[in-house]
Each structure stands twice: as structure tokens, then as C-alpha cells.
């Protein structure tokens, strides 16, 4: 059976006032760019997964990281919705290569 590979995208909206809240904003921007998520705007990141199952592992992970204070939304949807998204003003950034390839290397 083919693994189907899916997209988690991440919605936040944290509070930014005090230097408590601004440290824990950054933390958790740092803990996904670490986890390999792409930013597809402020406060709106991706990443593709292998399956289902790898996308319940991270959402744990996300939990676990996720501060006490604001908004976190996830959303999870097969690349196939994704590839859908349609841009009404500006374009896909050219510098993500967004493909379900992978490079074996023998």
C-alpha cells in the first residue's frame, strides 16, 4: 500500500505584548522552523508528513511546545488539497521546492 503523505498547517496568533509573551512567541516560531516547517505567511506554517500517523506524532509534539497564552489552530489535509490552493494576489515562493520526490542516494 502507498503511503499517502499529508500537509499539516499551523495557524497561530500569540500574544505579543510583555517580553514573557514576545520570548514565548519566538520560542514556539523557532521549535516549528526547527521541526521543518515552511512559513507560508505570518503566523501560518506547513510541512509535509509521510502519513497519518507521522502527522499524530507531530501534532503531539506541537502540543507539548505550545505556549499557555493565545490561538494555535492545526489543519490537516492530503497533499492532493494542498497542491488545490489557488493564489489570488501574489504567487508561491519559488525558493521552497514543494515535491513529493525523494532522493535515495546508493
Known amino acids: ?10 495557524f497561530f496568533d500569540l500574544p505579543n505584548i510583555y517580553a ?4 514565548n512567541y519566538q520560542l514556539f516560531r ?3 522552523i526547527n521541526e521543518g516547517f515552511i512559513m ?6 506547513s510541512k509535509i508528513v ?6 499524530k506524532l507531530l501534532i503531539e509534539k506541537i502540543k507539548n511546545h505550545a505556549p ?3 490561538l494555535i489552530q492545526l489543519l490537516t489535509i492530503t497533499e492532493q488539497q494542498y497542491a488545490r490552493i489557488e493564489y489570488i494576489i501574489g504567487s508561491s515562493s519559488t525558493k ?3 515535491s ?3 532522493l535515495i542516494v546508493l
Open 1 to 10: 500500500m502507498r503511503d499517502r503523505f499529508v500537509r499539516i498547517i499551523v
Open 20 to 23: 514573557r509573551d514576545k520570548r
Open 30 to 32: 523557532k521549535f516549528l
Open 40 to 45: 507560508m505567511q505570518e503566523s501560518v506554517y
Open 50 to 55: 509521510l502519513n497519518s500517523e507521522s502527522s
Open 68 to 70: 499557555k497564552k493565545g
Open 96 to 98: 521552497i521546492v514543494n
Open 100 to 102: 513529493e520526490e525523494r
